[in-house]
């Protein structure tokens, strides 16, 4: 008969786990994620680095599903940044209303197409220190828009991944930049921009902020924080947001 560990038994065997067990489970972690999202990706509609930058800075406080519903329209009467940066505020607003925030948005998408246009001959840059600069655009933003529309390596800190990197016990930081430099030394570069991906997809499926779904969760023996939800399958399965695990 299998034995059951008791949450002191867990608590004290995460509590004692040196870097090279962290590393390890990490990437375990890691492996298991991809096996449960093998089509993870970025969830927002994009043909090229403009749509996606835009897109990206559109997606704070909202759903990714919300953006889409939006960007067509938005695209479809601005599709470069000289177009966008010329447009009346209002009838951008118009567009983004659904979004949130929308005044703010506005100014931001305005502005860092003026800034594109202006600084960078119409082109998105595919450098952090560049992308930065940028109006509304911060290094998460910066991130996405290079490992998606360049290849190039970069870890998301959003919502998701900082709760759930906090929950896996990988690190207490809670600052963006302090927890992206942390998870950024248990992986290998090549692995950045999936990761993010992958524990983006947990965060939006199974590891929910407030009932999180243990009990349905592949991760359960690897998580210090297994129990903060349902741990019951029955229960946990009525809190997953994609049918697949059901």
Same mark, same amino acid.
């Given at each position: 008969? =299998?034995?059951?560990?008791?949450?002191?038994?867990? =608590? $004290?065997?995460?509590?004692?786990?040196?870097?090279?067990?962290?590393? $390890?489970?990490? /990437?375990?972690?890691?492996?298991?994620?991809?096996?449960?999202?093998?089509?993870?990706?970025?969830?927002?509609?994009?043909?090229?680095?403009?749509?996606?930058?835009?897109? @990206?800075?559109?997606? =704070?406080?909202?759903? +990714?599903?919300?953006?889409?519903?939006?960007?067509?329209?938005?695209?479809?009467?601005?599709?470069?940044?000289? +177009?966008?940066?010329?447009?009346?505020?209002?009838?951008?607003?118009?567009?983004?209303?659904?979004?949130?925030?929308?005044?703010?948005?506005?100014?931001?998408?305005? *502005?860092?197409?003026? =800034?594109?246009? +202006?600084?960078?001959?119409?082109?998105?840059?595919?450098?952090?220190? +560049?992308?930065?600069?940028?109006?509304?655009?911060?290094?998460? @933003?910066?991130?996405?828009?290079? *490992?998606?529309?360049? #290849?190039?390596?970069?870890?998301?800190?959003? @919502?998701?991944?900082?709760?759930?990197?906090? /929950?896996?016990?990988?690190?207490?930081?809670?600052?963006?930049?302090?927890?992206?430099?942390?998870?950024?030394?248990?992986?290998?570069?090549?692995?950045?921009?999936?990761?993010?991906?992958?524990?983006?997809?947990?965060?939006?499926?199974?590891?929910?902020?407030?009932?999180?779904?243990?009990?349905?969760?592949?991760?359960?023996?690897?998580?210090?924080?297994? *129990?903060? #939800?349902?741990?019951?399958?029955?229960?946990?399965?009525?809190?997953?947001?994609?049918?697949?695990?059901?």
């Amino acid at each position: 008969m =299998a034995t059951v560990e008791t949450p002191r038994a867990r =608590a $004290r065997r995460f509590a004692n786990e040196t870097r090279l067990g962290l590393v $390890r489970r990490a /990437r375990k972690t890691d492996r298991i994620l991809q096996e449960t999202y093998p089509d993870a990706h970025c969830e927002l509609n994009f043909q090229n680095p403009f749509q996606l930058l835009v897109a @990206t800075v559109l997606s =704070a406080q909202t759903t +990714d599903k919300s953006v889409n519903l939006v960007t067509p329209t938005l695209f479809a009467a601005y599709p470069a940044p000289e +177009d966008l940066a010329a447009a009346d505020p209002e009838k951008v607003e118009a567009i983004l209303k659904p979004t949130g925030f929308y005044r703010a948005k506005t100014k931001s998408v305005i *502005g860092l197409s003026a =800034a594109l246009r +202006d600084r960078f001959g119409g082109e998105v840059p595919g450098r952090l220190a +560049d992308l930065v600069t940028l109006p509304g655009v911060g290094r998460k @933003t910066a991130n996405v828009v290079l *490992g998606n529309a360049f #290849g190039v390596p970069g870890i998301t800190v959003d @919502t998701h991944f900082g709760r759930l990197v906090r /929950r896996f016990g990988w690190t207490e930081e809670t600052d963006p930049v302090k927890v992206e430099s942390v998870v950024a030394g248990l992986f290998p570069p090549k692995d950045w921009t999936m990761l993010s991906h992958r524990l983006i997809w947990h965060g939006r499926r199974i590891c929910h902020a407030r009932r999180p779904a243990c009990g349905v969760c592949p991760l359960a023996k690897l998580c210090p924080s297994y *129990g903060e #939800g349902p741990i019951d399958a029955k229960t946990a399965r009525k809190l997953v947001r994609d049918r697949s695990f059901a």
